[in-house]
């Protein structure tokens, strides 16, 4: 399978999209960084990978942004990774952006593999097409607020302790952040509050078919914390953790 971005064929976009769709729960669907409109100026940083009958069965979803290089100075949320992107694509179409401010990292946003494409290496091979298109794009590194896929089976357990797990053989335990760190990543830190998702008790039940009868933490099926219910305010709040990979080129 070759890799295609979105502006070398445009035409993916909408199977690109679905499939985005589909492999999330279904309220991560309804953050604080799910509008598709927003990454519409960075078609050349969105990639898919397609099957021999051309249907997209693997994607990566990339962003360019400014970075100083300080762990301290990482954006706190995905949401502010893409605004940082926006504000210095506008920048630098009106050509006044400094030196200083412009891009000079990619951040990966998403790693994608459809169900049929799975157990074939497709994350390895997505991580390096991400870090191949961070060379090609002159870039210093790629960044990752990694969002470990195996932690939801454990969602009662701290970020910063999973991460640490590792195997009798010395790997670690998740299987995204083993990628990472095989293809030489190295972890600088913790986002504690990476994506947010604020909604009515109806939609959290809506989506997830959980009653929610009392205020509380609740275990909801695909997250990788507890939910916030509040039922006096009529509040679910999710707040996302990860786990910050830089790969230098």
Known sequence: MRAFTLAERPELKSEFEKLDERLWPEFMLHGDMNNPDEFRDFDEYQFAYTDDSDQVVAAGQTIPFHWSGATGELPETMDAILQNALANREAAAA????VKRRV?????????????????GMSRTILLEMKALARRKGLLGLVAPVRPTSKPRHPEISIDEYADWRRGDGQLYDPWLRVHEQLDGKRLGFAPRA???????????RWTGVAFEHSGAYLVAGALV????DLESDTGTYIEPSVWYLHSL
């Open 95 to 98: 050509t006044s952006a400094p």
């Open 104 to 120: 000079n990292y990619l951040c990966a946003v998403a790693a994608l593999v459809d169900e049929p494409a799975r157990g074939q």
């Open 195 to 205: 994506f947010r998702v604020t909604a009515s008790v109806a939609d959290w039940r």
């Open 226 to 229: 507890p939910v916030e219910i």
